[in-house]
């Protein structure tokens, strides 16, 4: 079983950064990527990054490349291990619930969910 745990989330000026945490416990051995989405009030959700557990490639969307980084802590067996996401000169449009999901090792989209955490940005 796969148990996510997201936090870091807040109210922030535009321009402000914040960093959003998951915790991630049980098999993580069987993880395949995890990632962070976001979903905006009446809008679809989104991919924002995502991070290959095995050899940590990284990957984002073009509205926040380079000013968001995803890392991860360096994986271990049968402990929690944590990824996090930086925002850095955030926009209001940043502003989202942001959920992080992972991708076991044989599944074919994100498959495991946190409960997500609000993320707010004012002008």
């Known amino acids: 079983q796969v148990n996510l745990v997201e936090s870091g989330g807040g109210l922030v000026q535009a321009g402000g950064s914040l960093r959003l945490s998951c915790e991630a416990s049980g098999r993580t051995f069987s993880y395949y990527a995890m990632g962070w989405f976001r979903q905006a009030p009446g809008q679809e959700r989104e991919f924002v990054s995502s991070i290959r557990w095995s050899g940590g490639t990284t990957y984002y969307a073009d509205s926040v490349r380079g000013r968001f980084t995803i890392s991860r802590d360096i994986p271990r067996a049968n402990i929690r291990n944590t990824v996090y996401l930086q925002m850095n000169n955030l926009k209001v449009e940043d502003a989202a619930v942001y959920y992080c999901?992972?991708?076991?090792?044989?599944?074919?989209?994100?498959?495991?969910w946190g409960q997500g955490t609000q993320v707010t940005v004012f002008s």
């Open positions: 999901a992972v991708q076991r090792v044989g599944a074919q989209t994100y498959d495991v």
